[in-house]
C-alpha cells in the first residue's frame, strides 16, 4: 500500500473477526528500538476515556479487544505484534490508530525498512505498507482501522510526530501523568512502604491487568493511600517481585510441600503428556491473563475460554484423540484449536500432525496448535504439513514450546501482576510443575545427532563448508538462544531478544548458510542478546576447539570526564562482581588496550589506562569464561546446561552491577508535525 490509501478487509480475507498486526524495523547495528501503542477513538477522534490508550504500561485494553504481544526477532531487526478482535470492538469505537514511538532523543530516520503489515484470523498477510520517508520524528502513525457501514478497513498513513508518545497520546485525548516524582517511593519511607507504593503503582486498567495485592497490616487503615488511580504514564512503570516466603513449618529439610500438580509419580511419556497437557489447560481456563495471553498470538479472540483433554474425533476408519481441545466463544461464535503435546524430548509426528490439520479444516475449526521442548525457528517449521488450497476454509499451524509456557507463567506472578491471588497461585503451581524434573517440560535440551560429528570434525579439521550436519548444528544453536532469552526474560522481567545483524530483507535460511559456513571455518557459535535497560549487548561465544564458553559485554565510556575516575568508577561498580571477570580497555581505532581480571585491577584501576600517548579510550569489554560440557544434551555435563548457567552467572553476578539505562522521559508537549 502506498501512504493515503485504504481497502477494506473484507475484501482481502474471509477471516478477519480477529486480526494480527505487526509493526517492524530493523538497523545497520541491531540496537535501533521503537514501542508500539494503539489508540480507540469515537466519533469526535477522541478516547473515551484514558483505558482506550494501550501501550506497554497498559498492553491489554479493558473488553480484550486490543492485546499487545510482545516484540519478536526477525531476519532484519524486531517486529511488534498486535492482536485485534474486531468482533469485541465497542460499537462506539470508529477508529483504531496505530503508532509506534522511540525515545531518548531517538528519532524514525535512524531505523531502516520501517513497515506495517496485517495478517488476517489464519495467519496470512493481507497487506504491507512501508514507510520511507521517516525523518527527523519521534513517533509515527502507521495506519488506522476503521470502519465504513459495519465493514473494517484500513487506512496507511505514515503522519511523523515530534513530540514523541507523550505528545501524540495527548493530541487524541489522553490526560498524560509523566510526573517524575510519582516514580518513586517517597525518601525515608521503609521497605514496606516501598513495596506498597510500587505495587500500587503498577496496578493497570482492568482486571486483567491488577496487580495482586500484598497482605493489608495493622494500621494500614489509618495510612492514606500513596497516590489515587491517575492517568496514564509513558514512563515505564516498575514492579515488585514477590516478597520472599516466610520461614517453614517443616520439622526438617526432608519435608516437600504439598503440590497441586505432583509429578513425581510419572512413570511413563504417555503419562507426562496426558498429565501436562491437562495441567496447561485446565491453567489456561482458569486464569484468563494467561490463556489470552497464550492463545492471542494464535489468532483467538477474547472471550469465554474452555478446554477439553482427550476428545475423540472421526478419522476415516479410525478415529482420532487429539491431546487437548481450546474453544473460545465470543458474541455467539466459536473459535476451535486442536492441541498435540510432546514431552521428554518426544519429536512431533508430521503424519499425526497431518491427519488434525485434515480433521480441522472438514469440521471447520481454525487451528492446530502443536506443543514440546522444541523451539520453533523463523521460516522452519517443525514438521511439513500439506495444505488444500482446494478448501474454502482455512486452518493454521502454530507452535509453542514449553519454555515460552513457562516465560509467560513467570512475567504474570512475579512481574506483571494477575488478578487476584488464587490465579496467582495456581500459575506458580504450574511454573512448579513444568519445571520439575519428572515432568518432561524442560524445554529444548537436545543439539541433535550432528552436534557430536560436528565437534569431531573441527577437533580433526575435517569440516568442510557445505556439511549439512554443520547447518543443523547452527539451527540447534538458534533454537537454544531463543529459550536463554525466554528464560532470562522471564527472571528479570525485561525484553531480551536476540540481535539480528543483517543486511535489509536478509533471508533467515540464508543468514544460517552462512553461519554454518563461518562455524566450519573457525569452529565457533557466537549470538547477541539485547537486555532492555542495559548499557550494551549481551555476546555470547562458544568456541568448539578450545571448548570455552565467554560471555561479554561491552560498555561506552562516558563522553566526558577523565580517563583514570572513569576506570575507578566502573571498578567500584563491578564490586561484588566475580574476581575472575576480565576487563578489557577498548581503544578508539578498534583496538584492544590493557586488560586483566578484576581481581587484580582492583587494587590499581590506573592499570586499565592504555600507554601510548593520547590514546583514547572508547569503552569497557566485560567477559566471563567457562568450560563448555562435551555432550549434547541431558547430562550434568551437557553443552546446553553449560550454556545456561554461564549466561545466569554473567547477568546475576556482572550485568545486575552496571548502571541501567536513563528512565525513559517525555519532552514537554509540542504542536504535532506530519512529516
Request: proline share 6%.
Amino acid at each position: 500500500m502506498v501512504k493515503g490509501s485504504n481497502v477494506s478487509l473484507a475484501a482481502l480475507s474471509e477471516t478477519i473477526d480477529s486480526v494480527i498486526v505487526s509493526l517492524g524495523w530493523g538497523s545497520p547495528t541491531g540496537e535501533g528500538d521503537a514501542d508500539v501503542s494503539v489508540l480507540l477513538l469515537d466519533a469526535n477522534g477522541k478516547v473515551r476515556s484514558d483505558a482506550d490508550f494501550c501501550f506497554y504500561n497498559n498492553p491489554v485494553a479493558a473488553d480484550g479487544s486490543v492485546q499487545l504481544l510482545g516484540k519478536t526477532p526477525t531476519a532484519d531487526g524486531n517486529e511488534d505484534r498486535i492482536s485485534f478482535d474486531l468482533t469485541a470492538v465497542s460499537s462506539d469505537v470508529e477508529r483504531i490508530v496505530l503508532a509506534a514511538s522511540r525515545y531518548e532523543g531517538a528519532r524514525f530516520g535512524e531505523l531502516e525498512c520501517v513497515r506495517l503489515t496485517l495478517a488476517d484470523g489464519g495467519g496470512e498477510e493481507l497487506l504491507r505498507f512501508a514507510i520511507d520517508d521517516a525523518d527527523s520524528v519521534s513517533a509515527i502513525i502507521f495506519g488506522e482501522l476503521y470502519r465504513r457501514a459495519e465493514e473494517w478497513k484500513f487506512r496507511a498513513v505514515g503522519q511523523g510526530y515530534d513530540a514523541g508518545l507523550a505528545g501524540l497520546a495527548t493530541d487524541f485525548g489522553v490526560d498524560i501523568d509523566d510526573d517524575p516524582a510519582a516514580e518513586e517511593a517517597p525518601a525515608g519511607a521503609s521497605g514496606d512502604d516501598r513495596a506498597d507504593t510500587t505495587a500500587s503503582a503498577a496496578a493497570e486498567p482492568g482486571p486483567s491487568a491488577a496487580a495482586v495485592p500484598s497482605p493489608r497490616r495493622a494500621g494500614d487503615e489509618a495510612r492514606p493511600d500513596k497516590k489515587a488511580a491517575g492517568r496514564p504514564r509513558t514512563a515505564k512503570k516498575k514492579v515488585t517481585l514477590p516478597k520472599t516466603a516466610g520461614k517453614t513449618l517443616a520439622e526438617n529439610e526432608s519435608w516437600r510441600d504439598a503440590r497441586l500438580f505432583p509429578a513425581s509419580a510419572l512413570k511413563s511419556d504417555r503419562e507426562r503428556e496426558t498429565r501436562a497437557t491437562s495441567v496447561l489447560l485446565s491453567v489456561m481456563a482458569q486464569v484468563p491473563e494467561f490463556g489470552r495471553r497464550l492463545t492471542a498470538a494464535f489468532g483467538a479472540p477474547a472471550g469465554r475460554m474452555e478446554t477439553f483433554t482427550e476428545v475423540t474425533l472421526p478419522h476415516g476408519d479410525t478415529p482420532r484423540r487429539p491431546d487437548g481441545v481450546i474453544r473460545v466463544e465470543r458474541a455467539g461464535k466459536l473459535w476451535t484449536a486442536l492441541v498435540e503435546t510432546k514431552t521428554n524430548g518426544a519429536a512431533l509426528r508430521a503424519e499425526q500432525v497431518q491427519a488434525y490439520m485434515d480433521i480441522a479444516a472438514r469440521r471447520g475449526y481454525e487451528a492446530v496448535i502443536t506443543l514440546s521442548n522444541d523451539v520453533a525457528l523463523e521460516g522452519s517449521p517443525l514438521v511439513e504439513v500439506k495444505i488444500d488450497r482446494r478448501r474454502k476454509h482455512k486452518v493454521t499451524l502454530w507452535h509453542l514450546s514449553w519454555a515460552e509456557v513457562a516465560h509467560q507463567a513467570q512475567l504474570l506472578i512475579r512481574h506483571e501482576g494477575v488478578g487476584n491471588a488464587a490465579h496467582a497461585w495456581l500459575l506458580q503451581e504450574l511454573l512448579h510443575y513444568v519445571r520439575h524434573e519428572n515432568s518432561g517440560c524442560h524445554g529444548f535440551q537436545n543439539m541433535g545427532p550432528a552436534w557430536v560429528p560436528v565437534r569431531n570434525g573441527i577437533d580433526h579439521e575435517t569440516l568442510c563448508q557445505g556439511d549439512p550436519r554443520a547447518l543443523e548444528v547452527v539451527e540447534s544453536w538458534e533454537r537454544l538462544i531463543r529459550q536463554v532469552c525466554l528464560r532470562l526474560g522471564g527472571e528479570l522481567g525485561q525484553k531480551v531478544l536476540p540481535v539480528q545483524r543483517t543486511r535489509r530483507g536478509a533471508d533467515p535460511k540464508t543468514l544460517r548458510d552462512r553461519l554454518a559456513d563461518q562455524l566450519c571455518l573457525d569452529g565457533r557459535l557466537r549470538s547477541e542478546l539485547r537486555i532492555e535497560g542495559t548499557p550494551g549487548v549481551l555476546a555470547i561465544s562458544a568456541d568448539l576447539r578450545t571448548g570455552k564458553l565467554r560471555t561479554s559485554i561491552e560498555i561506552p565510556a562516558p563522553e566526558r570526564g577523565y580517563p583514570l575516575p572513569s576506570a575507578k568508577r566502573l571498578i567500584r561498580r563491578l564490586a561484588e562482581a566475580p574476581a575472575d571477570l576480565h576487563v578489557e580497555t577498548l581503544v578508539e581505532g578498534g583496538a584492544v588496550g590493557p586488560r586483566g581480571t578484576l581481581e587484580r585491577l582492583r587494587p590499581e584501576p590506573a592499570d586499565m589506562l592504555p600507554k601510548a600517548p593520547g590514546a583514547q579510550i572508547t569503552g569497557f569489554r566485560l567477559s566471563l569464561f567457562k568450560g563448555m560440557g562435551s555432550t549434547r544434551g541431558n547430562a550434568e555435563s551437557g553443552f546446553i546446561r553449560s550454556v545456561d548457567e554461564a549466561v545466569h552467572r554473567f547477568c546475576t553476578g556482572v550485568v545486575v552491577h552496571l548502571d541501567a539505562t536513563p528512565p525513559r522521559r517525555t519532552p514537554a508537549r509540542e504542536s504535532p508535525a506530519p512529516s
